[in-house]
């Protein structure tokens, strides 16, 4: 099992570029998840999908739109970047909702946005 | 909401020292306290959980106890290795997500 995948691992984008991050899962997890982290942060919720079909806001979702494709993927798309979006990106996954279960990791992506 | 607050680190141990990383929480009803790790390069990992007061997490040498009274949950470990220099995030879980610490960074030198 590769477990949580997601391309690319890095990225550089120009101010107003549009880019789509992908997620994956072979754990046949309902849940999905995309953070940013940032220094002194920790990880904040963007987005989460609690199962096929739908999506719901986090804390942060301005500037990002976020489609479950299939229950095995979650995209994360950047429609106009801005630099106040450079950072380290995380999908995640859990079998049910998420403030039980454990949630599995991807590997990250870190993007820059100059 | 949900907050957590963990010690500021960078927290830097010899090898064989006691670690010993404070958080504290603030929640509505009862939450599920986890401790994850992130090594370097890589995405975050469960490293212990508990799910109701006086539960003691434990795994890989480290615990941690669900103290309600004092909303706590301090993560310990009697001896670490140089294998442990990692990020340590508290984190909370109730509803639908899970709230993070901002991250305590260990570094453990020979």
């Known amino acids: 099992n590769a477990g949580v995948t997601q391309t690319p691992k890095f990225q550089v984008l120009k101010t107003g570029q549009s880019m789509t991050l992908q997620c994956a899962q072979d754990?046949?997890?309902?849940?999905m998840y995309w953070y940013r982290q940032d220094p002194g942060m920790g990880l904040r919720l963007i987005y989460y999908?609690?199962?096929?079909?739908?999506?719901d806001k986090g804390e942060v979702p301005n500037g990002y739109n976020v489609s479950r494709l299939n229950k095995r993927e979650f995209s994360l798309r950047l429609e106009s970047a801005a630099p106040s979006q450079t950072s380290v990106y995380f999908c995640a996954s859990s079998e049910a909702g998420g403030g039980i279960d454990e949630q599995f990791f991807g590997p990250g992506t870190r993007l820059t946005v100059l | 909401g949900d907050s957590v607050t963990q010690m500021e680190g960078p927290v830097t141990l010899s090898e064989e020292a006691f670690l010993t990383i404070n958080c504290t929480y603030t929640?509505?009803?009862?939450?599920?306290l986890f401790w994850y790790v992130q090594y370097p390069g890589e995405g975050l990992q469960l490293l212990l959980k508990a799910t109701k007061a006086d539960d003691k997490g434990s795994n890989k040498g480290f615990e941690a106890t669900y103290r309600k009274e004092t909303t706590s949950f301090h993560l310990e470990k009697g001896s670490v290795q140089v294998s442990d220099s990692a990020v340590y995030f508290c984190t909370t879980g109730g509803g639908n997500k899970l709230t993070f610490g901002t991250g305590t960074q260990l570094k453990v030198e020979l």
């Open positions: 754990m046949n997890h309902n849940s």
């Open positions: 929640a509505t009803g009862y939450p599920s």
């Open positions: 999908s609690a199962s096929e079909g739908t999506t």
